[in-house]
């Protein structure tokens, strides 16, 4: 199987011009099975108020259309990060999953970072539904956007659910990449699954993206890496009979309890509100 790690600097409000450079980014790669670009790479990421201006609402938008359109003409499943707008008219800091057939799932960011330079939730909605597995040629796929990374008990329920590949799409700043390379690991690791972080880079707002893009095998080993501070779109590729050798020689989702997961939810239950 071959993953697309699509490291893009997208343009601030120029969803036009960042479809364009998904679209070639494909064209240029050899042929994935599946492309994964950055957390808010059809719009960039400091757009503030502009948000509200440029959500897009998933049935009805023009643009998410074309890139419907971008994946069944390249034939090759995509991610791609985007600022949803609902029903409800809350906006959500999502991802859209697409297959070459047609069939699609949205996830929402589940946890918006109120620290340091980040304020998402001026502007975002956190996302409190059920999880779901995605099914990618009936391999089941787990995501994340970002922060939700530093909160495990998200991956291993995917994991329980099946899932046999971790993707975490980012726009994460230079000082907080090495952090991302650790809890990859981890996550990749204590779930034994294939785990892809795609990282935005550029500079915005005195704000410079890191970059360094990885795929991390199943027992947490990093097995391809994208450049810091600089595009770099490169495909890796795997073989997920891996998944299956490493729960045998690490048999961690073997040796899980239901006990552990009920002290877990007993120590959130009398944490201080």
Not at 56 to 70: A, G, T, V
Not at 78 to 97: D, H, M, Q, R
Request: proline residues 5%; glycine residues 6%.
């Amino acid at each position: 199987m071959k993953i697309l790690l699509g490291q893009l600097s997208p343009k601030l409000g120029d969803v036009e011009g960042n479809l364009k450079k998904i679209s070639d980014t494909l064209d240029r790669a050899e042929e994935a099975d599946l492309a994964i670009f950055p957390e808010l790479s059809l719009t960039g990421y400091t757009l503030k108020d502009m948000f509200f201006k440029l959500a897009m609402i998933p049935d009805e938008d023009p643009y998410l259309e074309k890139l419907r359109n971008i994946a069944e003409d390249k034939r090759t499943g995509v991610v791609v990060g985007f600022p949803e707008k609902s029903p409800s008219g809350y906006l959500y800091n999502s991802l859209i999953a697409i297959q070459a057939s047609g069939e699609e799932m949205i996830y929402r960011k589940r946890h918006l970072p109120t620290f340091s330079v980040f304020d998402e939730c001026r502007w975002f909605k956190p996302h409190l539904g059920s999880l779901r597995v995605w099914r990618l040629n009936d391999i089941g796929v787990g995501f994340g956007i970002c922060y939700d990374i530093f909160f495990p008990e998200i991956f291993r329920a995917y994991s329980l659910m099946g899932a046999k590949i971790l993707i975490i799409i980012s726009a994460s700043p230079e000082f907080s990449v090495p952090l991302f390379e650790k809890v990859c690991q981890a996550r990749a690791l204590e779930n034994t699954c294939f785990l892809f972080w795609v990282n935005q880079v550029g500079s915005y707002d005195d704000i410079r993206f890191g970059g360094g893009s990885m795929a991390v095998s199943p027992l947490g080993e990093i097995i391809a890496r994208c450049s810091r501070l600089k595009e770099d779109p490169r495909i890796v590729e795997i073989d997920l009979s891996e998944v299956e050798r490493a729960r045998y020689s690490r048999p961690v989702l073997r040796d899980v309890r239901r006990e552990d997961a009920e002290q877990l939810l007993e120590a959130y239950l009398s944490r201080e509100p």
